[in-house]
């Protein structure tokens, strides 16, 4: 019985105006009104005050926990990296600032991490694939709130913010580096910040200009011909430079959106003010969200995503290599020699339940993607893992249609949804920006 | 000029059709939660009686996107303590179509017939169910429970 009076709200809009609007006695009230008669006005007002009543839009009490969820007063602080000891170092934070926007960190000193990352653009760069030294196979992901990811990259391959930054500087299509150009560069230019964040630079002058175990032939063979004390160096170094990255990207926060302002005066119990108010329309899109679209069970919490993967039927991009996702990304954490296992860790393992624990072997891997944040969403098409879909109303026709995926099976199943209820769904996506 | 007597029946009316839309409205209402709520016990029969499990998150509650460590209290059902099984841990959403997050795995055993679960995260709020395969010298057998967050 206590829920009675919020399904009567909910309710009443739908069923209960139709109803009234089809009422012949209503009618006949209407002509009545004219010839003044007092009691029929005030019959007329006390219907009005109670259709009007249910005009206001309510939200059911679990509604609200939900909606409370996803707001941004909900995310809680950061997290420490134990893994990482200089994560946050105020000194590691800047150069690593000033390494993201560095070109010369780069095989032609044209690219950086901001070339594809782009400070002005939610730290993405538009495209459908990211473009360094050459085009890359997936869409650059934007950095709001990257910190508390456990997994890094579409896929999940990386296993820490740090481990991640390693991984563009040495990829062809990326920044095209090698791993001991990179160690005497940061020497020669940035050897005493380093040294004052992280200790004594080893001596490099008997450390190949350029030699990696990613690089090309004459680096690899350059690289293996390094003794085995030279290998560790020069990963600590680079290691470092991760770590310096990582510290940097800890600071890149989600701002606060017009749904944020919505949710913090509902929690409170007030009236929406200004720009919190949300439209009718706004209000059916977040229904639809968090209830029959079912949206909010993976793009879950204030960032918008449970952190997993999950295999949605988006399909592959026709002139790209293949791509399974998840699936193929398994075994290349576990053989990263900076993984959280690995010999470049800060503090103990019990940092690293999330790769001890990480399923191996599921045929839900296949073409699984990590759920991304839909924070300020509407503000960086194309979407998707490959920029498969370029607007937001794409992307909802094709969670309706839910196709079958070219391999493995898709979570998402198709949906009944009107013209009018895509549309709120857009809208109410539009109101995760600022 | 109506008398005053066809606006009296009139609202007699339009208030029967109210009380009439409220009814409809109150008994096609949703009942929650949606679906039928599954059995949430902490303490559960195994499926062949073999053994009378106890799964108990280490810190008390269950917590939605965190690592957590769980309790497992193995006892048979004569009631004595369960030494020297090993687990197996598997597991889903049953209306989703998706597995668990992790793989969770038995870490430690504490004594008394109580093993430690680590790695056991749920990515989402809804019905999670975790079955734990049970070998023991006694025998194997296999318990389900029901978590909803
Ligand atoms: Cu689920």
Same mark, same amino acid.
């Given at each position: 019985m206590r829920r009675f009076p919020a399904q009567f709200q909910e309710k009443c809009v739908t069923v209960f105006r139709s109803e009234l609007r089809k009422n012949k006695s209503l009618e006949r009230f209407r002509v009545s009104v004219k010839n003044g008669n007092a009691p029929g006005i005030a019959l007329i007002l006390l219907l009005a005050v109670l259709v009007a009543g249910c005009e206001r839009p309510q939200f059911s009490e679990a509604e609200k926990r939900t909606i409370a969820s996803l707001a941004l007063n909900a995310l809680p602080p950061l997290k420490p990296?134990?893994?990482?000891?200089?994560?946050?170092d105020p000194g590691a934070a800047a150069l690593g600032a000033t390494l993201f926007f560095?070109?010369?960190?780069s095989r032609n000193g044209?690219?950086?991490?901001?070339?594809?990352?782009q400070i002005g653009q939610q730290f993405q760069d538009g495209l459908p694939q990211g473009v360094g030294v050459a085009r890359t196979n997936r869409r650059t992901q934007p950095l709001?709130?990257?910190?508390?990811?456990?997994w890094l990259f579409w896929d999940g391959r990386r296993d820490s913010l740090w481990a991640q930054a390693l991984v563009p500087l040495e990829n062809p299509l990326e920044q095209a580096g090698n791993r001991t150009a990179y160690a005497r560069y940061v020497k020669a230019r940035f050897g005493e910040r380093y040294e004052r964040i992280f200790g004594p630079l080893p001596d490099f002058?008997?450390?190949?200009a350029n030699a990696g175990p990613l690089g090309s032939a004459t680096e690899q063979s350059a690289w293996n011909g390094m003794s085995g004390a030279q290998h560790d160096d020069i990963n600590r170094v680079f290691a470092n430079i991760g770590k310096a990255l990582a510290a940097f990207q800890r600071s890149i926060n989600p701002k606060e959106a017009r749904f944020d302002r919505f949710a913090a005066v509902l929690a409170a119990g007030g009236e929406p003010q200004d720009d919190a108010v949300f439209s009718p329309e706004e209000i059916q899109g977040l229904k639809l969200f968090i209830g029959?679209?079912?949206?909010?069970? $993976?793009?879950?919490g204030p960032l918008f995503t449970d952190h997993a993967f999950h295999n949605t039927g988006v399909p592959p991009v026709a %002139?790209? &290599?293949?791509d399974r996702g998840r699936v193929d990304a398994v075994a290349q954490v576990d053989a990263?020699?900076?993984? $959280?296992?690995?010999?470049?860790?800060?503090?103990?393992?019990?940092?690293?339940g999330e790769l001890k624990f990480m399923?191996? %072997?599921? &045929?839900?891997?296949?073409?699984a993607y990590k759920t991304p944040s839909?924070?300020?969403?509407?503000?960086?098409?194309?979407?998707?893992h490959a920029g498969q879909f370029g607007s937001l109303e794409e992307v909802v026709a094709h969670y309706a249609k839910a196709p079958s995926s070219v391999e493995g099976v898709s979570e998402v199943h198709p949906l009944r949804l009107s013209e009018r209820e895509r549309a709120a769904l857009v809208a109410f996506l539009k109101t995760l920006s600022p | 000029m109506a008398p005053f007597w066809r606006y009296l029946i009139a609202g007699i009316g339009l208030v029967a059709v109210v009380l009439g839309v409220l009814a409809v409205v109150y008994m096609t209402a949703p009942s929650t939660p949606?679906?039928?709520?599954?059995?949430?016990?902490q303490t559960r029969g195994s499926e062949k009686g073999m053994f009378v499990a106890t799964f108990v998150p280490q810190d008390g509650t269950a917590k939605q996107n965190e690592l957590q460590d769980w309790v497992l209290t193995l006892k048979t059902a004569a009631g004595k303590p369960v030494e020297n099984a090993t687990i197996e841990v598997s597991g889903g959403m049953p209306q989703h179509a998706h597995g668990l997050p992790t793989s969770p795995k038995?870490?430690?055993?504490?004594?008394?017939?109580r093993y430690r679960i680590s790695g056991v995260k749920f990515s989402m709020s809804g019905w999670w169910q975790l079955k734990l395969g049970i070998s023991a010298p006694t025998g194997s057998d296999t318990v389900v429970f029901n978590i909803v967050l």
């Amino acid at each position: 019985m206590r829920r009675f009076p919020a399904q009567f709200q909910e309710k009443c809009v739908t069923v209960f105006r139709s109803e009234l609007r089809k009422n012949k006695s209503l009618e006949r009230f209407r002509v009545s009104v004219k010839n003044g008669n007092a009691p029929g006005i005030a019959l007329i007002l006390l219907l009005a005050v109670l259709v009007a009543g249910c005009e206001r839009p309510q939200f059911s009490e679990a509604e609200k926990r939900t909606i409370a969820s996803l707001a941004l007063n909900a995310l809680p602080p950061l997290k420490p990296d134990t893994t990482n000891r200089y994560a946050d170092d105020p000194g590691a934070a800047a150069l690593g600032a000033t390494l993201f926007f560095d070109f010369t960190l780069s095989r032609n000193g044209t690219v950086a991490c901001s070339t594809c990352h782009q400070i002005g653009q939610q730290f993405q760069d538009g495209l459908p694939q990211g473009v360094g030294v050459a085009r890359t196979n997936r869409r650059t992901q934007p950095l709001a709130g990257v910190a508390y990811s456990p997994w890094l990259f579409w896929d999940g391959r990386r296993d820490s913010l740090w481990a991640q930054a390693l991984v563009p500087l040495e990829n062809p299509l990326e920044q095209a580096g090698n791993r001991t150009a990179y160690a005497r560069y940061v020497k020669a230019r940035f050897g005493e910040r380093y040294e004052r964040i992280f200790g004594p630079l080893p001596d490099f002058s008997n450390v190949p200009a350029n030699a990696g175990p990613l690089g090309s032939a004459t680096e690899q063979s350059a690289w293996n011909g390094m003794s085995g004390a030279q290998h560790d160096d020069i990963n600590r170094v680079f290691a470092n430079i991760g770590k310096a990255l990582a510290a940097f990207q800890r600071s890149i926060n989600p701002k606060e959106a017009r749904f944020d302002r919505f949710a913090a005066v509902l929690a409170a119990g007030g009236e929406p003010q200004d720009d919190a108010v949300f439209s009718p329309e706004e209000i059916q899109g977040l229904k639809l969200f968090i209830g029959k679209a079912s949206c909010s069970t $993976c793009h879950n919490g204030p960032l918008f995503t449970d952190h997993a993967f999950h295999n949605t039927g988006v399909p592959p991009v026709a %002139d790209l &290599p293949p791509d399974r996702g998840r699936v193929d990304a398994v075994a290349q954490v576990d053989a990263d020699p900076f993984n $959280c296992l690995g010999a470049y860790r800060d503090g103990g393992p019990e940092a690293c339940g999330e790769l001890k624990f990480m399923v191996r %072997d599921k &045929p839900e891997l296949i073409r699984a993607y990590k759920t991304p944040s839909l924070r300020a969403v509407a503000g960086r098409p194309p979407y998707m893992h490959a920029g498969q879909f370029g607007s937001l109303e794409e992307v909802v026709a094709h969670y309706a249609k839910a196709p079958s995926s070219v391999e493995g099976v898709s979570e998402v199943h198709p949906l009944r949804l009107s013209e009018r209820e895509r549309a709120a769904l857009v809208a109410f996506l539009k109101t995760l920006s600022p | 000029m109506a008398p005053f007597w066809r606006y009296l029946i009139a609202g007699i009316g339009l208030v029967a059709v109210v009380l009439g839309v409220l009814a409809v409205v109150y008994m096609t209402a949703p009942s929650t939660p949606p679906a039928a709520a599954p059995e949430t016990g902490q303490t559960r029969g195994s499926e062949k009686g073999m053994f009378v499990a106890t799964f108990v998150p280490q810190d008390g509650t269950a917590k939605q996107n965190e690592l957590q460590d769980w309790v497992l209290t193995l006892k048979t059902a004569a009631g004595k303590p369960v030494e020297n099984a090993t687990i197996e841990v598997s597991g889903g959403m049953p209306q989703h179509a998706h597995g668990l997050p992790t793989s969770p795995k038995m870490t430690d055993y504490l004594g008394d017939g109580r093993y430690r679960i680590s790695g056991v995260k749920f990515s989402m709020s809804g019905w999670w169910q975790l079955k734990l395969g049970i070998s023991a010298p006694t025998g194997s057998d296999t318990v389900v429970f029901n978590i909803v967050l």
